[in-house]
């Protein structure tokens, strides 16, 4: 019981690092990607071959993986993020294909017994379950800092301004195209470097578990802790891994098909978008460095969408 | 999505050892089978296009509704069968199948507009999109639960004994896929150009507004352009099934492609699905010899085109430029 | 003294002349009023000029500089701000939030020269450039008396404070010249009257302003100079005066003269 608590507690540090990247695309800038689980597999690669082929350290593959997986976004980006529409997300859905396609060929049984990272000495095992925690949610910790100062830096709010209205933004002197590469970018290096700790933490990589599904979780993650919200995608990562462990805490395994978790992925995007699309933690509020009494927002009830069809 | 070895054509490879063909004949026999998919491609593009010419959104849940059809054909094209092997009856089964499988699909496309769409046709851009995932999602994992993941043969409704002109071979159920694809694109068009409700759909993908204020019920055009459009699903589903197998994820790597076919048409004009569909299919066909493309790699070649189409003529072969209005 | 100038400007959408070789000139100082009927081309010259859609063709002179197909955002950075017909205000961001977006160009320049260098250093002094920046726009938010619903969703607001909302939104990146499509759409006489109190207290902020209006009340009232455009093409221009007694333009456009005054 304890040891699933711990391992949900893994999976869901790794995957809301994912999220926080689909936040920044997703979230922020209002595009729709569909290959979270393609750049998470990139980075899971770049450290297994770097580490195992290469003999890098874990420490040294993470920049390495960040990289590369942001070029790949990089590279989708710019020829559909220069149109109008959404071309993004079915090239993306593409292209998460396309990466397990070439990690298969690559080498379809994957990497096994990639070297553990170590610190000061200190090797961080599959059993050390606390450590690794600790690792995982340093690092979750430090980019939901990056990630908040950057949502409310003025390149956050150009990218908000982009995802609400693409004209007014350029009329308010934001370059649109630059912003959304960036953050489409951005976004794919953070799946790259969540791709790293799945590989440290498991010690194996292989093509199977970079599917379709994963990108539709992390999504389901970020709409369900409410999009453009940091703690909310943390909250959604927490719960998505808390659903799909479920079966295993209770035991209930040969009960619960295989697919009900899906399902559930499945409902909660429609149900969440009809009931409540900003999310369950609903908008990030800032306070912009004013006290907190005049910044009180006046409570307002369900709020219609704006109505651009 | 490998081919079977029949669609393949290993052995007219002239890269493969085989007998030596002349090139002609054997990139004659790419053609061939490429229209053959690619009518299949342009039955499926043309539930993307229709949806998007009136809600200017992807329905990413089409290409599971072509997988739901699939089965539903599968299943009630078993079920009439039993065990008779009388080749008339196996003929008037399958069309049965068939229609049964378009009507059945045709609800199925109405009731999830009605129920996770329609609900958010005022919300922000990304809601219907992300609600559409939902829908696919559930729809391809349900299929999972119920029918199992392994994979079906859609059994062909006749013999399947080839055929061959100047040296290239044409099969029956290839002659099957073209004729029943064309009789729907035409019942489609004269639908779309000739009819009362083919007018008042043209109207309300220009205006939805004006349409709505001219005395059009534009709920009831939604609704009709859904069922539509899951029908011709359904069918291209059934007949994709002769050649891909039926399984629960099929639609995925189907419908992107129908999806690129529509784009590369021009996205919300019919004609260009049709086309867009033709030529995608014909350029997978000789494409992958060609470039000596692995069979494990082909899929890329669709999503290769898309890319070089969005840089090139983002607004596809038949589509006009359309700008968001200031 | 002229601070925009288009030389033989003309747009075409297929077979459509929307915009007919136009010279428009735009004075300093003054508020330039836009008329003629419905479809004369006055939103399409609109875009031209900010850069929302591309020109087929002339050129656009701006302070001396030739601004012709520049991209939108780099037009809005030489100090040309708009507003739209149909109110295109972040829905989603609160009020001040959206005047804080209108600041985005204004901040984080200094001392650091190049986009990369400026980008970071606004990421790392977010903290107290944000408070910077929040100041500033509240102080837009009072001008236009907006500072109570600082705090409230743009999309909640009354129609009336939306687009004054987008004024200031606008005025926020301290243009030198702003254009105004139809600030007057939609509303009640009282809101309209305000307007023109604003507009006012706009130009005497030395904000060159360019408004196409239908209500020709707020228009003779507060333009001190008025083009006239028709069919895609200018066919007037000069003094209220002068425009209500032109034969071509009451032919054109107001049917029977001083019948809208009343």
């Not at chain 1, 690669?45 to 390495?64: D, E, H, Q």
């Not at chain 1, 993004?88 to 990639?114: D, K």
């Given at each position: 019981m304890l040891n699933f608590f711990q391992l949900i507690i893994i999976y869901a540090g790794i995957y809301a690092l994912m999220a926080i990247g689909q936040n920044c695309i997703t979230g922020y800038t209002g595009m729709l990607s569909l290959c979270h689980a393609g750049f998470f597999c990139i980075g899971s690669y770049v450290t297994a071959i770097l580490c195992?082929?290469?003999?890098?350290?874990f420490w040294l593959t993470i920049p390495v993986a960040a990289i590369a997986a942001g070029f790949v976004g990089f590279l989708i980006g710019v020829p559909t993020l220069r149109l109008k529409g959404d071309y993004l997300c079915i090239a993306t859905l593409g292209l998460g294909e396309i990466i397990r396609n070439i990690a298969t060929n690559l080498n379809p049984v994957g990497y096994q017994a990639i070297p553990r990272a170590s610190l000061f000495g200190y090797e961080f095992s599959a059993r050390g379950k606390w450590q690794f925690i600790a690792l995982v949610w340093v690092f979750v910790l430090v980019f939901y800092f990056l990630f908040q100062r950057l949502a409310h830096s003025r390149i956050g709010r150009a990218l908000n301004a982009v995802r609400e209205d693409e004209i007014a933004a350029q009329s308010n002197g934001i370059n649109v195209t630059k912003y959304k590469i960036g953050s489409f970018t951005l976004g794919a290096a953070v799946g790259g470097v969540a791709g790293c700790f799945m590989a440290a933490y498991t010690a194996t990589v292989n093509p199977g578990t970079f599917t379709f599904m994963v990108s539709v979780m992390v999504l389901c993650m970020v709409v369900l802790g409410g999009m453009g919200n940091g703690k909310g995608v943390i909250l959604g990562a927490f719960i998505i891994q808390f659903i799909s462990y479920f079966p295993q805490l209770f035991g209930l395994s040969s009960i619960i098909p295989a697919q009900a978790q899906q399902i559930i992925y499945g409902l909660i995007l429609v149900v969440m978008m009809i009931w409540r699309p900003q999310g369950l933690l609903g908008r990030d509020k800032f306070r912009?460095?004013?006290?907190k009494r005049r910044l009180a927002i006046p409570h307002k009830g369900a709020r219609k969408e704006g109505g651009r069809a | 999505m490998t081919l079977p070895a029949d669609l393949c054509l290993n052995e007219f490879n002239p890269y493969n050892g085989g007998t030596p063909v002349n090139t002609f004949t054997v990139y004659m026999q790419y053609i061939i089978n490429g229209l053959t998919l690619g009518s299949i491609y342009a039955l499926i593009a043309l539930g993307y296009t229709m949806v998007y010419g009136i809600?200017?959104?992807?329905?990413?849940?089409h290409g599971d509704v072509l997988m739901v059809g699939a089965y539903i054909g599968l299943l009630t094209y078993q079920a009439l069968l039993g065990d008779s092997t009388s080749a008339s009856w196996m003929m008037l089964a399958f069309l049965i199948a068939l229609v049964v499988s378009a009507l059945l699909c045709a609800l199925l496309g109405m009731f999830i507009e009605r129920v996770a769409y329609k609900p958010l046709r005022n919300a922000n851009r990304l809601a219907p999109l992300l609600s559409a995932i939902g829908v696919s999602f559930i729809l391809s994992n349900g299929a999972a639960w119920v029918f199992g993941t392994q994979s079906r043969r859609f059994p062909y409704p006749f013999a399947n004994n080839p055929i061959s002109i100047l040296g290239v071979t044409i099969t029956p159920h290839q002659i099957l896929i073209v004729i029943v694809a064309v009789v729907m694109m035409v019942a489609l068009t004269f639908f779309v150009n000739r009819t009362r409700m083919g007018k008042a759909m043209r109207a309300t993908s220009l205006d939805q507004g004006t349409s709505e204020l001219m005395g059009i019920n534009v709920n009831r055009v939604i609704s009709l352009t859904f069922a539509i459009g899951s029908a011709l699903a359904a069918v291209g589903g059934i007949l994709a099934s002769f050649d891909f197998r039926v399984y629960p994820s099929m639609g995925t790597m189907t419908g992107l492609k129908a999806f690129v076919a529509a784009v590369i048409g021009g996205i919300g004009n019919i004609s260009g699905a049709m086309l867009g569909g033709v030529l995608l299919g014909i350029l997978e066909s000789v494409g992958a010899p060609l470039l000596h493309i692995p069979n494990a790699m082909k899929d890329t070649i669709a999503f290769a085109v898309l890319i070089i189409i969005l840089l090139?003529?983002?607004?596809?072969?038949?589509?006009k430029n359309e700008k968001e209005k200031v | 003294m002229r601070i925009l100038e288009t030389e033989h400007l003309s747009r075409i959408f297929g077979g459509v002349v929307a915009v007919n070789d136009v010279n428009f000139q735009v004075e300093k100082g003054l508020v330039n009023g836009l008329i003629g009927p419905n479809g004369a081309g006055k939103t399409t010259l609109f875009n031209q000029i900010t850069g929302m859609d591309k020109p087929t063709k002339g050129r656009i002179i701006f302070n001396d500089q030739d601004i012709t197909g520049l991209p939108a955002w780099k037009i809005s950075r030489l100090g040309i701000a708009r507003t739209f017909q149909n109110i295109r205000l972040y829905?989603?961001?609160?009020v001040v939030e959206n005047v804080m977006t209108g600041l985005h160009f204004t901040v984080g320049r200094d001392p650091f020269k190049g986009r990369f260098a400026q980008a970071f250093k606004s990421y790392f002094t977010a903290g107290s450039e944000n408070k910077d920046v929040y100041l500033q726009a509240m102080e837009w938010l009072e001008f236009f008396s907006l500072e109570d619903s600082a705090q409230e969703l743009a999309g909640s607001l009354p129609y009336g404070k939306q687009r004054e909302l987008e004024i200031a939104r606008a005025l926020a990146a301290k243009p030198s010249l702003l254009f105004l499509d139809e600030p007057a759409a939609g509303m009640n006489p009282a809101e309209t009257e305000h307007l023109m109190d604003t507009v006012n207290r706009i130009r005497d902020l030395g904000v060159t302003i360019v408004l196409i209006e239908h209500d020709m009340k707020l228009v003779m009232n507060i333009c001190d100079q008025i083009t006239v455009l028709s069919f895609g093409q200018k066919i007037a221009q000069g003094t209220p005066e002068e425009i209500k007694n032109d034969s071509t333009v009451i032919e054109a456009y107001l049917g029977a003269p001083d019948e809208e005054e009343e």
């Amino acid at each position: 019981m304890l040891n699933f608590f711990q391992l949900i507690i893994i999976y869901a540090g790794i995957y809301a690092l994912m999220a926080i990247g689909q936040n920044c695309i997703t979230g922020y800038t209002g595009m729709l990607s569909l290959c979270h689980a393609g750049f998470f597999c990139i980075g899971s690669y770049v450290t297994a071959i770097l580490c195992k082929t290469f003999g890098l350290s874990f420490w040294l593959t993470i920049p390495v993986a960040a990289i590369a997986a942001g070029f790949v976004g990089f590279l989708i980006g710019v020829p559909t993020l220069r149109l109008k529409g959404d071309y993004l997300c079915i090239a993306t859905l593409g292209l998460g294909e396309i990466i397990r396609n070439i990690a298969t060929n690559l080498n379809p049984v994957g990497y096994q017994a990639i070297p553990r990272a170590s610190l000061f000495g200190y090797e961080f095992s599959a059993r050390g379950k606390w450590q690794f925690i600790a690792l995982v949610w340093v690092f979750v910790l430090v980019f939901y800092f990056l990630f908040q100062r950057l949502a409310h830096s003025r390149i956050g709010r150009a990218l908000n301004a982009v995802r609400e209205d693409e004209i007014a933004a350029q009329s308010n002197g934001i370059n649109v195209t630059k912003y959304k590469i960036g953050s489409f970018t951005l976004g794919a290096a953070v799946g790259g470097v969540a791709g790293c700790f799945m590989a440290a933490y498991t010690a194996t990589v292989n093509p199977g578990t970079f599917t379709f599904m994963v990108s539709v979780m992390v999504l389901c993650m970020v709409v369900l802790g409410g999009m453009g919200n940091g703690k909310g995608v943390i909250l959604g990562a927490f719960i998505i891994q808390f659903i799909s462990y479920f079966p295993q805490l209770f035991g209930l395994s040969s009960i619960i098909p295989a697919q009900a978790q899906q399902i559930i992925y499945g409902l909660i995007l429609v149900v969440m978008m009809i009931w409540r699309p900003q999310g369950l933690l609903g908008r990030d509020k800032f306070r912009y460095g004013i006290e907190k009494r005049r910044l009180a927002i006046p409570h307002k009830g369900a709020r219609k969408e704006g109505g651009r069809a | 999505m490998t081919l079977p070895a029949d669609l393949c054509l290993n052995e007219f490879n002239p890269y493969n050892g085989g007998t030596p063909v002349n090139t002609f004949t054997v990139y004659m026999q790419y053609i061939i089978n490429g229209l053959t998919l690619g009518s299949i491609y342009a039955l499926i593009a043309l539930g993307y296009t229709m949806v998007y010419g009136i809600l200017k959104f992807i329905n990413f849940a089409h290409g599971d509704v072509l997988m739901v059809g699939a089965y539903i054909g599968l299943l009630t094209y078993q079920a009439l069968l039993g065990d008779s092997t009388s080749a008339s009856w196996m003929m008037l089964a399958f069309l049965i199948a068939l229609v049964v499988s378009a009507l059945l699909c045709a609800l199925l496309g109405m009731f999830i507009e009605r129920v996770a769409y329609k609900p958010l046709r005022n919300a922000n851009r990304l809601a219907p999109l992300l609600s559409a995932i939902g829908v696919s999602f559930i729809l391809s994992n349900g299929a999972a639960w119920v029918f199992g993941t392994q994979s079906r043969r859609f059994p062909y409704p006749f013999a399947n004994n080839p055929i061959s002109i100047l040296g290239v071979t044409i099969t029956p159920h290839q002659i099957l896929i073209v004729i029943v694809a064309v009789v729907m694109m035409v019942a489609l068009t004269f639908f779309v150009n000739r009819t009362r409700m083919g007018k008042a759909m043209r109207a309300t993908s220009l205006d939805q507004g004006t349409s709505e204020l001219m005395g059009i019920n534009v709920n009831r055009v939604i609704s009709l352009t859904f069922a539509i459009g899951s029908a011709l699903a359904a069918v291209g589903g059934i007949l994709a099934s002769f050649d891909f197998r039926v399984y629960p994820s099929m639609g995925t790597m189907t419908g992107l492609k129908a999806f690129v076919a529509a784009v590369i048409g021009g996205i919300g004009n019919i004609s260009g699905a049709m086309l867009g569909g033709v030529l995608l299919g014909i350029l997978e066909s000789v494409g992958a010899p060609l470039l000596h493309i692995p069979n494990a790699m082909k899929d890329t070649i669709a999503f290769a085109v898309l890319i070089i189409i969005l840089l090139v003529k983002p607004d596809g072969i038949l589509g006009k430029n359309e700008k968001e209005k200031v | 003294m002229r601070i925009l100038e288009t030389e033989h400007l003309s747009r075409i959408f297929g077979g459509v002349v929307a915009v007919n070789d136009v010279n428009f000139q735009v004075e300093k100082g003054l508020v330039n009023g836009l008329i003629g009927p419905n479809g004369a081309g006055k939103t399409t010259l609109f875009n031209q000029i900010t850069g929302m859609d591309k020109p087929t063709k002339g050129r656009i002179i701006f302070n001396d500089q030739d601004i012709t197909g520049l991209p939108a955002w780099k037009i809005s950075r030489l100090g040309i701000a708009r507003t739209f017909q149909n109110i295109r205000l972040y829905k989603d961001l609160t009020v001040v939030e959206n005047v804080m977006t209108g600041l985005h160009f204004t901040v984080g320049r200094d001392p650091f020269k190049g986009r990369f260098a400026q980008a970071f250093k606004s990421y790392f002094t977010a903290g107290s450039e944000n408070k910077d920046v929040y100041l500033q726009a509240m102080e837009w938010l009072e001008f236009f008396s907006l500072e109570d619903s600082a705090q409230e969703l743009a999309g909640s607001l009354p129609y009336g404070k939306q687009r004054e909302l987008e004024i200031a939104r606008a005025l926020a990146a301290k243009p030198s010249l702003l254009f105004l499509d139809e600030p007057a759409a939609g509303m009640n006489p009282a809101e309209t009257e305000h307007l023109m109190d604003t507009v006012n207290r706009i130009r005497d902020l030395g904000v060159t302003i360019v408004l196409i209006e239908h209500d020709m009340k707020l228009v003779m009232n507060i333009c001190d100079q008025i083009t006239v455009l028709s069919f895609g093409q200018k066919i007037a221009q000069g003094t209220p005066e002068e425009i209500k007694n032109d034969s071509t333009v009451i032919e054109a456009y107001l049917g029977a003269p001083d019948e809208e005054e009343e």
